[in-house]
C-alpha cells in the first residue's frame, strides 16, 4: 500500500511539474504586453474572490453578534424566571401563574424570532413534554439542556461540562439525585 502511495505521489508530482514547466514555456512565448495582462487579470480575479469571502464572513459575524445582542435579555429573563421557581420552592414568595405564564409566552416569542435553531428545538420539547405533567427532576433536566443551548447560542461551548452542572446552580445534590436516578432506571 505504500509503494502505490508513493508511485501515485511521485506521478503527480511528475504530473504537476511537468504541467508548470509547459505553462512557463508557453508563457515565454507570449508578448510580454499579454503576459502582463494575463497576471494583472489573475491577480484581479483572485482579489475578487478573497474580498467576496471575506465580505460574506463579515457579513455572517455581523448577523451573528446582532441577534446575541437581541437574545442577552429574553434569555437572562428566562434565567432569572427559573431561578425565581427555584426561590418560590425554597420560600414562601410567590410568583403566580399567570405571571409565569406572561414570562413564558413572551420567552417563546423571542426565541421564535431570534433563537438559533438549537434552542427553538429543546425550547419546543421541553413545552410539550411539560403538558405531560413530567416528574420535577426530569423537567429540571430539560431546563439545564435549554440552558446548555442558550449557552452555546451566546458563544460559550460545553467543553468541560457535564450533565448536572448547571443544575448544581439549583439544586444542591443534584449529581447524587441524578445517579439516584440512573441507578434506578439500570434496574
Known sequence: MLIIIVIVG???LRFIWTGLLGFIETISTLDTVLVIALISGAITIVGLIVNSYISIVAHRNKVATELRAKMEKPYSEFVSLIFGLVEYTKTS???SDAEIMER???FSKEVTLYG???VVKKWA???TSAANNLEPLESMVRLEDILFAIREDLGMKKRGMAKGDLLSLFINDVKEVLQ????LSQK
Open 116 to 118: 438559533s435553531n438549537e
Open 104 to 106: 413564558m409566552i413572551r
Open 125 to 127: 420539547e421541553y413545552k
Open 180 to 183: 439516584d436516578k440512573k441507578s
Open 93 to 95: 414568595k410567590s410568583m
Open 10 to 12: 511521485f506521478w503527480l
